[in-house]
């Protein structure tokens, strides 16, 4: 059965993932509040505590943003490159971040931030997932009332995008 990992912060955390994806053993291991900084460090023991994945998801650099961190970029490429290398067989998936909505956040910030969060992930060989595109055109409200935390909709929206590219990966491999 194919082994999927999960990694990042509160919106990787609080979805009850497996359930969405019935034929893979899905672990979880988002962190609420976790950085890049944080998931970076906790790598060595993700290793130890997991003996194989087929699919890695790594969702986390929100709360850099919310932090004020916008140079959180280099850590993302380390942790691409950290988890090929415990992982070799692994394919790893980088998720956008979402197009939050805050008033002290342009659309443009996340979106330039997306551009090189996708260059880094296809620079360290990993694969970027663009959960920001769907958000933006989805046609049912995505984000509750603190313009951070998703909607169930968008949980759904985001699971699908997830099992659409591991079909893919499986399906090539």
């Given at each position: 059965?194919?082994?999927v990992l999960?990694?990042g912060?509160?919106?990787?955390?609080?979805?009850?993932w497996?359930?969405?994806?019935?034929?893979y053993?899905?672990?979880?291991?988002?962190?609420p509040?976790?950085?890049?900084?944080?998931?970076?460090?906790?790598?060595?023991d993700?290793?130890?505590?997991?003996a194989?994945a087929?699919?890695?998801?790594?969702?986390?650099?929100?709360?850099?943003?919310?932090?004020g961190?916008?140079?959180?970029?280099?850590?993302?490429?380390?942790i691409?490159?950290?988890?090929?290398?415990?992982?070799?067989?692994?394919?790893?998936?980088v998720?956008?971040?979402f197009?939050m909505?805050?008033p002290?956040?342009s659309?443009s910030?996340?979106?330039?931030?997306?551009s090189?969060?996708?260059a880094?992930?296809?620079?360290?060989?990993c694969?970027?997932?663009?959960?920001h595109?769907?958000?933006?055109?989805?046609d049912?409200?995505?984000f509750?009332?603190?313009?951070i935390?998703?909607?169930?909709?968008a949980?759904?929206?985001?699971?699908?995008?997830?099992l659409?590219?591991?079909?893919?990966?499986i399906?090539?491999?």
């Open positions: 059965m194919t082994q999960l990694l912060d509160s919106h990787v955390a609080y979805f009850y497996q359930s969405r994806m019935p034929s053993k899905v672990m979880n291991l988002g962190v509040e976790t950085t890049t900084a944080d998931l970076l460090a906790s790598l060595p993700i290793k130890q505590q997991v194989h087929d699919v890695i998801m790594i969702m986390v650099g929100t709360n850099d943003v919310l932090t961190n916008y140079e959180f970029i280099d850590t993302l490429k380390k691409c490159v950290q988890l090929s290398h415990d992982f070799p067989t692994a394919e790893v998936l998720s956008s971040l197009p909505v805050l002290e956040l659309d910030t996340i979106t330039n931030l997306n090189h969060i996708e880094s992930a296809m620079q360290t060989g694969c970027y997932l663009d959960t595109h769907r958000f933006s055109n989805a049912h409200p995505v509750l009332e603190d313009g935390n998703i909607t169930e909709s949980y759904e929206v985001w699971a699908r995008a997830l659409e590219h591991i079909a893919f990966l399906e090539n491999d």
